[in-house]
């Protein structure tokens, strides 16, 4: 890689991946890196992040290094059929979400707590608040299209979102 990172990171990005590679209990997801070339332009970067990413295999986590990676982000968001839960820039592995005070405690639904919510409020599924796929939460749980979470926040407030 023509990237430089420094050591100091580069341990807080490996803890991360470690992480992120064994978060489900099965087989632990094998890991992609992709160095992306910056003097290319941003569409030229796209596509050679888009080709290193598999289309079928889903067992993977793909860590992008960009020198800058908001506006990959930005484009990554217009596209519909984008894994968000397995790709990450480096820069996001930096810190993790999960151990911050300041984020409320998000939780994945049950079929049953599912259905006991839409029966409480008397809504269908659609009907509940969005959040995206890539909210920094979602992606690091690897939470899918149409899944339910709860979250809960320190006051007490308790709220439910679907992954759209």
Not at 97 to 125: A, F, G, Q, W
Request: proline content about 7%; some cysteine; charged content about 25%.
């Amino acid at each position: 890689m023509n990237l430089e990172i420094p050591k100091w990171q580069q341990k807080e990005i490996n803890q991360c991946i470690q992480y992120l590679r064994t978060r489900d209990p099965g087989q632990p997801a094998r890991l992609i890196e992709v160095q992306v070339v910056s003097d290319k332009t941003i569409k030229e970067q796209m596509e050679q992040m888009l080709r290193a990413i598999p289309k079928e295999d889903t067992n993977y986590i793909a860590i992008v290094y960009a020198l800058s990676s908001r506006p990959l982000m930005e484009k990554l968001t217009s596209l519909r059929e984008f894994p968000y839960n397995r790709v990450f820039f480096h820069g996001e592995l930096l810190l993790c979400p999960l151990d911050n005070v300041m984020v409320p405690l998000h939780e994945l639904c049950t079929t049953e707590e599912v259905d006991e919510i839409l029966e409480k409020y008397s809504i269908h599924r659609e009907q509940l608040p969005k959040i995206p796929p890539w909210d920094p939460i979602v992606r690091w749980m690897g939470w899918q299209k149409g899944d339910i979470i709860r979250i809960t926040r320190v006051c007490g407030g308790t709220y439910y979102r679907m992954v759209f």
